[in-house]
């Protein structure tokens, strides 16, 4: 582990740490004889058990035809000056997946803890380059009820991301960053540590009116190069949000935001106020929505200029019957760039839906559908560390698709298959490709 390695993961432990001090557990000293169980409803399960300690192990195999996201065609200019475009061997490989994970809950009257960890391992018998990718996770969330009107909420998620494994392990769906599902630009750039820490206040001011309080701080830092200079960055957010009560069902919500995003090698620093509104609706008891939609209003530091885009958001959960669930979100507005170069933001809808169903008591399948389009679009400019870069303005969409199934043996086994494909459709050749995964293996829970 080189230098870098080593100070990033120390930044992680200590923003997990810190957000572990913030918790009433640590200072407070809650009993376990005054715990509660809590519902650890996982796959594996079926209908078998409850627990508040929960070891998993993981052991799948599968086939890879693209396994390092290769493009299907390159064009480049020949000697003549002509543009030609090849076709690309993307290569093919079997490989084999390994993981752990350990996770905790706790649960009183007033808290609750969340606390799970996660490290896995591929090795590819055929890849080219690097044949194995490593990743691991650490995640905590708790609430406090500190009065009867002051509640708090903690959460930190700190992880080590590989290019090249996501869709086979639990490990790399994070979304935190975005707040929504599916994958970040993020995944195609190599190796890198991320971290994202939040905490929120809700104080009930009235039985209609309530504030809530909110903090969050992330960072990314990439191991290889030119994505560590231009992409390795730190993200702060406060935000603000006054909810007022119209009835059991409905609640209306108007919110302020405020970020700064500071880039550590690039001149491209910004900070960015949202004003929205919004609303919390229960159709029924199985049937919930939120929405919030209006304008982010963004400022480079640099003095590039203003920019003004508008910004929206929604997600909807539903509990179709006792055995089948299904969730939906939504978002739209400016994201990062991610790419090679220094262009630092796209425009970006993404949408996502997942469906869970319990057949039977051992028998679980599910799905999941993700879309993503961004518009790269950002003026040329001198940056004192990388110099000119043309101009950057094209079209990108992403189709990402999961499928599986589970069948829990007994409590502490269970045989699971599954497929995922990756469709990435681009007006610049060399970042289209497609990409599809099978894997089979087994689960293992105590």
């Known amino acids: ?51 508040k300690f929960t070891i998993t192990g993981d052991v799948r195999f599968g086939y890879d035809d693209n396994p390092l996201a290769q493009p299907d065609r390159v064009t480049f ?14 290569g093919d490989s079997a490989f084999i997946n390994a993981d752990i994970g350990a996770s905790y809950t706790l649960a ?12 896995g391992a591929s090795y590819y018998f055929d890849r080219e380059g690097r044949n194995y990718d490593i990743n691991g996770a650490l995640t905590l969330r708790s609430t406090y009820k500190v009065t009867p009107r002051l509640f ?18 639990n490990l790399t769906g994070f979304n935190t960053v975005f707040g929504t599902a599916g994958r970040t630009n993020a995944d195609r750039n190599g190796d890198y540590f991320y971290t994202s820490d939040s905490i929120g206040l809700t104080y009930q001011v009235s039985p209609r009116i309530s504030l809530v309080t909110g903090g969050s701080f992330a960072a990314f830092a990439y191991e290889d190069e030119p994505y560590s200079t231009v992409q ?29 995003i500071n ?52 997600t909807v959960s539903y509990a179709v019957s006792r055995r089948t669930s299904a969730s939906f979100v939504a978002r739209y507005g400016i994201e990062e760039g991610n790419l090679s170069t220094d262009v630092t933001k796209s425009d970006t809808i993404r949408l996502g839906i997942n469906v869970e169903h319990q057949i039977t008591p051992r028998i679980s399948i599910y799905g999941g559908f993700y879309f993503t389009h961004s518009y790269y679009d950002t003026p040329s400019r001198t940056d004192p560390a990388l110099q000119v870069y043309a101009p950057v303005n094209f079209r990108e969409e992403t189709y990402d698709v999961s499928l599986g199934a589970r069948y829990a043996i007994n409590r502490n086994l269970a045989v699971e298959v599954g497929y995922t494909h990756t469709t990435v459709s681009s007006e610049v050749d060399s970042r289209e490709y497609d990409r599809n995964r099978y894997f089979g293996g087994l689960r293992f829970q105590f």
């Open 152 to 169: 708090l909420e903690v959460s930190s998620y700190n992880a080590y991301i590989s290019q090249g494994d996501y869709g086979a392990t």
């Open 77 to 90: 200019l020949n000697a003549a000056g002509a543009r030609v475009t090849r076709s690309v061997d993307t």
């Open 232 to 260: 390795d960055r730190v993200e702060l957010y406060f935000s603000e949000e006054f909810r007022y009560l119209i009835n059991r069902q409905l609640t209306l919500t108007a919110d302020y935001r405020f970020g700064y």
């Open 1 to 51: 582990m080189n230098k870098k390695q080593t100070t990033w993961l120390a930044l992680s432990l200590l923003a997990l740490g810190q957000a572990t001090c913030l918790l009433p557990s640590a200072r407070a000293g809650f009993d376990l004889k005054d715990t509660v169980d809590t519902k650890d409803n996982t796959p594996v399960d079926g209908n078998f058990s409850r627990k």
């Open 263 to 314: 880039y550590f090698s690039i001149n491209s620093d910004s900070y960015t106020n949202f004003l929205l509104g919004g609303l919390d609706y229960a159709f029924n008891s199985r049937l919930r929505g939120t929405i919030r939609a209006g304008a982010e209003f963004r400022t480079y530091v640099d003095a590039r200029g203003d920019e003004t885009s508008p910004y929206a958001e929604a």
């Open 108 to 119: 009183t009257r007033r808290f609750t803890l969340s606390l799970s960890g996660d490290v």
